[in-house]
């Protein structure tokens, strides 16, 4: 089992940005992608960023060159930095590593974006 533990969600106005931090609390094997997700409310999770182990990283389209996707050289933190944020990007957002054998997920942070 590995515990992650987001952190960095605020709220925030429009055109502000924010930094998120998660944090693996546990060593872990067998994991190749890291990546944040998000949550809005009445809609279904949707993937924000990715980055696997090698360094690639994808993005939604709806975040493509606001946000960057980064992780620490042990993979122990990986980070989101989001720019330029719209209302559009309020959620709650998640850490997520995975691998072929595993699906971790953390407890989430809110990030709230006023108009």
């Known amino acids: 089992q590995v515990r992650l533990v987001e952190s960095g969600g605020d709220l925030v106005q429009a055109g502000g940005s924010l930094k998120l931090s998660c944090d693996a609390l546990d060593s872990f094997s067998g994991i190749n992608v890291l990546g944040w997700y998000r949550q809005a409310p009445g809609k279904q999770r949707e993937l924000v960023a990715s980055v696997t182990i090698g360094g690639t990283t994808n993005y939604a389209e709806s975040v493509k060159g606001r946000f960057t996707i980064s992780r620490t050289a042990n993979k122990r933190r990986i980070f989101l930095q989001m720019n330029t944020l719209k209302p559009e990007d309020t959620a709650k957002y998640y850490c997520?590593?995975?691998?072929?054998?595993?699906?971790?997920w953390g407890q989430g942070t809110q990030v709230t974006v006023s108009s």
């Open positions: 997520n590593y995975r691998g072929p054998r595993y699906d971790y």
